[in-house]
């Protein structure tokens, strides 16, 4: 059972992996992500169903438009096994729970608003707002299924308390944390709480933690000055995505020391 279960949220994953790299072009150009059907930038010509099957397009059209001959980013096939790794791995984590389609839905969200944030500096609200209703809707219902009200509010609890700190630190200190960056944390605060309150802090805590790593290294290698902004949300989506799969066995390995 849990070999299948893994295998089909990783088949899953590509397909939605593939309408995620639609979402990462639209949704920052206030664009509908629904019509009209995938087409190619620069030519606009439609795709053809055969060229929008996950990696193998890509790799069979060399990473060219089958019509006007322009090249596609290699983002497109990372966005579709990024996807399918994280929802093979999700599943290997929760495949025995009803917790799990909260947290696939989590994933998926994640990477598109960290492509986005990556390159348009932009954590839009039309993906967070419907993000921070579809999980505490999925954890209401895993935690009816499974008979456990108290992970529920500890959840709620936990995004509330997640909000209210990074609120504080973005009046404090506006430059450091971005509005959006506040409003996706009461959806971490929530996933992660679910879990533990170990999980939540640990979850935050690494989302900082990778943050400045990543951003003294950018420093230090003259890729960014220290006035230079970096995105935030990559970090706290890898934060948060590493306490969820791993952070048992982190939190009892430190904890343990």
Not at 158 to 169: E, H, M, Q
Not at 239 to 253: C, K, N, R, S
């Amino acid at each position: 059972m849990p070999g299948l279960v893994i295998t089909v949220c990783t088949i899953l994953g590509l397909a939605v992996g593939s309408f995620l790299n639609v979402v990462v072009w639209r949704v920052p150009r206030k664009e509908s992500v629904v019509r009209p059907r995938s087409r190619c930038p620069e030519c606009e010509e439609p795709i053809r169903p055969a060229d929008n099957v996950p990696v193998v397009s890509w790799v069979l059209l060399r990473g060219r438009c089958r019509t006007c001959g322009a090249r596609i980013p290699v983002r497109y096939p990372l966005v579709e096994v990024g996807c399918a790794v994280l929802f093979g791995a999700l599943a290997a984590r929760f495949w025995d729970s009803w917790a799990l389609p909260a947290y696939l839905v989590l994933a998926a969200a994640l990477l598109a608003l960290s492509v986005i944030d990556l390159e348009h500096y932009l954590l839009p609200n039309r993906i967070v707002y419907p993000l921070s209703l579809a999980v505490p809707v999925l954890l209401a219902g895993a935690a009816v299924a499974e008979g456990d009200g108290g992970a529920l509010l500890r959840a709620l609890l936990g995004g509330a308390v997640a909000f209210v700190a990074f609120l504080a630190i973005h009046l404090v200190s506006p430059r450091g944390m971005g509005l959006g960056d506040v409003k996706l944390s009461f959806v971490l605060g929530v996933a992660l709480a679910w879990l533990g309150w170990r999980e939540l802090v640990l979850g935050l805590l690494l989302g900082f933690f990778y943050g400045a790593l990543v951003g003294v290294a950018l420093i230090a290698l003259r890729l960014r000055t220290r006035k230079e902004p970096v995105p935030f949300g990559p970090f706290l989506a890898a934060g948060a995505v590493t306490a969820v799969l791993w952070g048992e066995p982190i939190l009892t390995w430190y904890l343990d020391r």
